[in-house]
């Protein structure tokens, strides 16, 4: 057997506040998992709090600034070798927490047609489309564009400007959708930054 065990001892900093950076919006699955961490580093010496942004990018940009004290980042996000290239950062920890379960998601009392519609997705679940339409659908009918977040992909179907998106059940009920199919929680590794002490 296997066995990998690291104590995480986060700095922290003197507002005696410990921020966390990680993809919003609310619901997404790295703010679920952010509040996985907030619950297990909950002290009496210290407070913690999650700041969510539109982009790994601008976590990245608020960590090297020292807006944020933490990153948190899923191992799925297809540049997470510029935070581990990053000279400035350390990696602090890694952990597995499975996501939200995950789906195709509509309007409530929408019709289901998928000639003609428009998907919207956050790249990292993109592969799970073929097992959440119906085998008989041909892909070529359906115009498939990409999302910041699995959050914001709801928002669009909720707005009216996209008909589907794949994203997580607590997006769904955020939002006031409902799973047409349904894949799962998918067992999702993730890795805490912090910059380098000088």
């Known amino acids: 057997m296997l066995e990998f065990q690291i104590e995480f001892q986060p ?3 003197p507002s005696k506040n410990l921020v966390i950076g990680t993809l919003g919006p609310n619901a997404t699955s790295s703010d679920y998992a952010a509040k996985h961490i907030t619950n297990h580093l909950l002290s009496e010496q210290f407070t913690v709090s999650t700041q969510l942004f539109d982009t790994f990018i601008d976590v990245k940009e608020a960590l090297l600034q020292d807006k944020v004290d933490m990153a948190l980042v899923p191992h799925a996000y297809d540049r997470i ?8 950062f350390d990696l602090g920890f890694i952990f597995i927490f499975p996501t939200p379960v ?3 998601a509509k309007k409530k009392n929408k019709e ?25 659908q ?4 359906i115009q498939v564009d990409l999302s910041p977040s699995t959050s914001d992909s709801a928002m669009q ?12 059940e607590n997006a769904v009920k ?25």
């Open 157 to 168: 179907v909720m707005q009216g400007l996209a008909d589907f998106a794949i994203t997580n």
């Open 81 to 88: 070798n510029e935070f581990y290239m990053e000279p400035s």
């Open 112 to 136: 289901v047609v998928f000639n003609g519609s428009r998907i919207v997705t956050h790249p990292a679940p993109l592969p799970l489309l073929t097992k959440l339409l119906p085998d008989s």
């Open 174 to 198: 955020a939002y006031d959708l409902e799973f047409i199919s349904i894949y799962g929680n998918i067992r999702m590794s993730w890795s805490i930054f912090q910059k380098k002490l000088n």
């Open 102 to 104: 995950y789906g195709l």
């Open 11 to 13: 700095r922290i900093p």
């Open 138 to 141: 041909d892909q070529t009918q």
